[in-house]
């Protein structure tokens, strides 16, 4: 970098002219190479940014600054310029690419009928087809532009939920629409359940595990069916909600998110000023937050809060009308697996 001895030097000796620069010029460099290396996904040409407007800056030290190690700052005389220490923290790429991943991870499963059955049903082929395209063209975004890449995962996962509700209503209002010779028309109801007879057909022609077809055969058959809150002290339902007293509120498999909604609102009440409100809006993480366990289709999940006695009680009896089960991902034959 050019030093003060030299700028008095070359002035008189060859009638050189050097402009002052401002208090707020090495910082101003600072902010644009980093701009361009890190916002602008450009490294290469943040780094060529100070070595070419900087004459005599090395390659190292304009790395050290376009990392946040180091910065530029003016000097007194406002002519040149010297680093210091920096505690500029860049952007987290590496937890950007995470995030890219799940969002894209969370679309990819709403195309695959093995993974997301239930929300599968209600996307066209030509949506999934979008879709895969569109993760194919973020992972490529990746390497070229991380933050593009970032907000269109953002958006894919909100064009994939509005897909799913779209579908979902239009199957909806297509069988429930009048017909102008309402003779010909079967009820509503007739075509729901051959809606849902069509679909399971398809399920059953699906080359898949057993465990998983028939977890897709059941949802199906609770698609458009509301939740009761239901005591359900003889385990009539493999799907509910367990509560800390040993109260076990059962549904249909695919309606336990719903249930949970109906919970909370007879069980907590949203009283003005607590944090409730705002849980809410979170029915089934509240639920397992005050250590109320889950189980849908034989899958029993537990939170941080250890099982209570009753809750024990109730589970192993549970058991003995549905001995084969899963337990936090593993799989059981008979009862005992919460002592275990």
């Given at each position: 970098?050019?030093?003060?001895?030299?700028?008095?030097?070359?002035?008189?000796?060859?009638?050189?002219?050097?402009?002052?620069?401002?208090?707020?010029?090495?910082?101003?460099?600072?902010?644009?190479?980093?701009?361009?290396?890190?916002?602008?996904?450009q490294r290469?040409?943040?780094?060529?940014?100070?070595?070419?407007?900087?004459?005599?800056?090395?390659?190292?030290?304009?790395?050290?600054?376009?990392d946040g190690?180091?910065?530029?700052?003016?000097?007194?005389?406002?002519?040149?310029?010297?680093?210091?220490?920096?505690?500029?923290?860049?952007?987290?790429?590496?937890?950007?690419?995470?995030?890219?991943?799940?969002?894209?991870?969370?679309?990819?499963?709403?195309?695959?009928?093995?993974?997301?059955?239930?929300?599968?049903?209600?996307?066209?082929?030509?949506?999934?087809?979008?879709?895969?395209?569109?993760?194919?063209?973020?992972?490529?975004?990746?390497?070229?532009?991380?933050?593009?890449?970032?907000?269109?995962?953002?958006?894919?996962?909100?064009?994939?939920?509005?897909?799913?509700?779209?579908?979902?209503?239009?199957?909806?209002?297509?069988?429930?629409?009048?017909?102008?010779?309402?003779?010909?028309?079967?009820?509503?109801?007739?075509?729901?359940?051959?809606?849902?007879?069509?679909?399971?057909?398809?399920?059953?022609?699906?080359?898949?595990?057993?465990?998983?077809?028939?977890?897709?055969?059941?949802?199906?058959?609770?698609?458009?069916?509301?939740?009761?809150?239901?005591?359900?002290?003889?385990?009539?339902?493999?799907?509910?909600?367990?509560?800390?007293?040993?109260?076990?509120?059962?549904?249909?498999?695919?309606?336990?998110?719903?249930?949970?909604?109906?919970?909370?609102?007879?069980?907590?009440?949203?009283?003005?000023?607590?944090?409730?409100?705002?849980?809410?809006?979170?029915?089934?993480?509240?639920?397992?937050?005050?250590?109320?366990?889950?189980?849908?289709?034989?899958?029993?999940?537990?939170?941080?809060?250890?099982?209570?006695?009753?809750?024990i009680r109730?589970?192993?009896?549970?058991?003995?009308?549905?001995?084969?089960?899963?337990?936090?991902?593993?799989?059981?034959?008979?009862?005992?697996?919460?002592?275990?």
């Amino acid at each position: 970098m050019i030093k003060e001895g030299e700028i008095d030097k070359n002035v008189v000796e060859h009638g050189v002219l050097y402009f002052g620069i401002g208090e707020s010029f090495g910082a101003l460099m600072t902010d644009m190479a980093r701009e361009k290396a890190w916002y602008g996904c450009q490294r290469a040409e943040g780094i060529l940014f100070l070595m070419r407007g900087l004459g005599g800056i090395d390659m190292e030290t304009a790395e050290k600054v376009v990392d946040g190690k180091l910065k530029l700052v003016t000097n007194d005389d406002h002519k040149t310029l010297h680093e210091e220490k920096d505690t500029w923290t860049p952007p987290d790429f590496e937890a950007m690419k995470k995030e890219i991943e799940e969002l894209c991870g969370e679309a990819r499963e709403m195309i695959h009928p093995d993974r997301n059955p239930r929300r599968h049903l209600f996307l066209s082929d030509h949506q999934r087809d979008d879709i895969g395209l569109e993760i194919s063209d973020i992972n490529e975004l990746v390497g070229t532009n991380i933050w593009k890449a970032l907000q269109r995962a953002k958006n894919l996962k909100s064009i994939v939920l509005d897909c799913h509700n779209q579908g979902r209503e239009d199957l909806r209002l297509r069988f429930t629409k009048p017909s102008r010779d309402d003779d010909e028309l079967p009820e509503p109801m007739d075509l729901l359940d051959q809606l849902k007879e069509d679909t399971k057909a398809r399920i059953e022609s699906m080359p898949m595990d057993p465990e998983m077809k028939e977890r897709m055969l059941r949802l199906t058959d609770s698609q458009f069916h509301d939740p009761d809150i239901k005591e359900d002290p003889k385990f009539e339902y493999d799907t509910g909600w367990l509560d800390r007293d040993g109260h076990y509120f059962s549904c249909e498999m695919g309606l336990h998110i719903a249930l949970a909604g109906k919970l909370f609102e007879q069980f907590f009440p949203i009283i003005e000023g607590e944090t409730n409100l705002q849980k809410a809006k979170n029915a089934e993480g509240w639920l397992e937050e005050q250590g109320w366990m889950k189980c849908t289709g034989r899958h029993w999940y537990t939170t941080e809060k250890p099982p209570t006695e009753a809750q024990i009680r109730a589970f192993k009896k549970w058991c003995e009308r549905w001995p084969e089960y899963t337990y936090n991902g593993t799989k059981y034959g008979g009862p005992g697996g919460v002592e275990e």
